[in-house]
């Protein structure tokens, strides 16, 4: 875990400083460190790009990607399907839901809604996904097989409002839709800060449990564990982390996927280890993603969430080719 650490943690920052210093309007070395040490005295203009452009951009895709892998690395736990990940649960399509209605239906609203929409369609499509999913409990093949079919009925949902709506109402969804940290804000870290860390630090602690868990739903009950409720339970943290993070950023798929496998392969099979390093590698792939996506396509932007699912798509599929030989 210290070596994973140390090495997520060196790409965290090289990124962070690479991602000061390059754009379309590079600055010096020099200059990055002296406002870094004193705003107050720099230029206001290079102040305002290092500080308020490129800075909060960089912490915001940094504390997105830690929510997503924490997230996906819950969702594999408490599914016991290594192909799960937050989608599975109906976070994305209820999030893209709400946010398609509010900016093509209601084209006036206020953008500052779109953060709320997110969330609140992120957290009333895992509700009814887990309520439908229920008959003397909820299994994980049912919550699976109910998520796939509401995310599928949310995605027609989408894909009607988008093709009879503004074109330029569509464009803005379709933005959204991506996945990105281009527009992010300090009042946007702030306000994911305030409910991420409080969720990854019951994770943690929850570590234990989620050893349990994953070992399936007679082993966890032979050892005293109130199945139903800490499912409920970790379905919940996994949606307050994930649907906060889709919330300020969109949709930026396949980190909940990859980054617990990745874990897993580094630090071994204990959650007290997998959470965190899901979160530094999640918090890499996501920086990674829009340094690339801001960087080597400029004057350009391509999302994060491009670069991620031109990434993950592979990876999925051969985590799908990995099952199949396994199995037969």
């Known amino acids: 875990m210290k070596r994973t650490a140390l090495g997520a943690g060196s790409l965290i920052v090289l990124m962070s400083l690479a ?17 870094l040490a004193d705003p107050a005295a720099a230029q206001p203009d290079t102040a305002m790009i290092v500080l308020d452009l490129r800075l909060p951009r960089i912490a ?47 084209p006036g609203s206020s953008p500052f809604l779109t953060p709320w929409a997110g969330f609140v369609g992120a957290s009333a499509m895992a509700a009814a996904i887990y309520a439908l999913s229920w008959r003397a409990g909820a ?7 109910v998520g796939v079919g509401l995310s599928s009925l949310a995605g027609a949902a989408v894909t009607l409002l988008t093709a009879l709506g503004d074109a330029r109402d569509v464009h803005r969804a379709f933005i959204w839709l991506s996945g990105s940290v281009y527009d992010a804000s300090w009042t946007q870290v702030s306000a994911l800060s305030l409910s991420l860390f409080p969720s990854l ?50 949709l930026i798929a396949f980190v909940g996927l990859i980054a617990p496998h990745a874990a897993r392969r580094l630090v ?61």
Not at 66 to 88: C, D, F
Not at 308 to 326: E, K, N, Y
């Open 60 to 106: 915001l895709a940094a504390l997105v990607g830690m929510a997503l892998g924490v997230a996906g690395a819950i969702t594999q736990a408490i599914l016991r399907n290594p192909l799960a990940e937050p989608g599975t649960l109906g976070v994305n399509a209820g999030a893209a839901l709400a946010v398609t209605v509010l900016i093509v239906a209601y």
């Open 19 to 35: 991602g000061l210093k390059l754009g379309d309007v590079p600055i010096s070395w020099t200059t990055i460190f002296a406002i």
């Open 139 to 145: 299994t994980s093949l049912r919550i699976i097989l």
């Open 268 to 328: 071994g099979p204990s959650h007290g280890q997998i959470i965190p390093a899901s979160a530094l590698i999640g918090a890499v792939i996501v920086m990674a993603a829009d340094l690339i996506g801001r960087v080597a396509f400029a004057p350009f932007q391509l999302p994060a969430g491009v670069l991620t699912a031109m990434i993950g798509a592979p990876a999925f599929a051969f985590l799908l080719w990995r099952r199949r030989t396994s199995i037969g």
């Open 201 to 250: 630090a019951l994770c943690w602690l929850a570590a234990r449990a989620l050893d349990v868990a994953s070992l399936g739903a007679t082993a966890a009950r032979a050892v005293g564990q109130d199945v139903h409720r800490f499912q409920g339970f970790v379905i919940l943290l996994c949606t307050l982390i994930s649907g906060a993070a889709v919330a300020v950023s969109g």
